[in-house]
Structure formats: C-alpha cells, structure tokens
C-alpha cells in the first residue's frame, strides 16, 4: 500500500483548478477572473488559496511561478 502512495501535491489539477489558474494569470481583477472562469468571486478567491496553499506560494505572483515550474501553466 505505502509502494503505492503519493504525495498530494503530485497529483494534478482537477478541471475547474486548471481554469481557475488560467484565468488567474490571464485577467487583471479577481471580478473578471471570476466571469471568465463562471462562478462568483468569493469561489474564485476560495479556489485562488487552495492553490496557493497546495504551491506553499505567499503570493498570486509566488503562485504563478511555482505552477510554471510544475508544469500546470
């Protein structure tokens, strides 16, 4: 069973975790991010620090850069 186990952070984005990077990284507000990807903006920012805390990232910034490094972006 432990052979088989992974760690969490390996495992990859689910669809909506794709879109919501995306549309972090592509618009300037978390309003438009938030149309762009169809659900609220307090979804959006809820989904925003997941990812964030799943990088280890204190930053947006720090967040991109380190979903780049991983290959989502």
């Not at 760690?7 to 592509?26: G, K, R, Y």
């Not at 979804?43 to 997941?50: G, I, L, Q, S, Y």
């Not at 967040?63 to 989502?72: D, H």
């Amino acid at each position: 069973m432990w052979a088989r186990a992974r760690d969490l952070d390996d495992l990859p984005l689910s669809p909506v975790e794709q879109h919501v990077l995306h549309a972090l990284t592509s618009h300037d507000t978390d309003e438009t991010a938030a149309r762009s990807a169809g659900m609220s903006v307090r979804k959006f920012r809820a989904h925003v620090a997941d990812l964030m805390a799943r990088l280890g990232a204190a930053t947006r910034f720090q967040a991109a850069l380190r979903a780049k490094e991983r290959g989502w972006l």
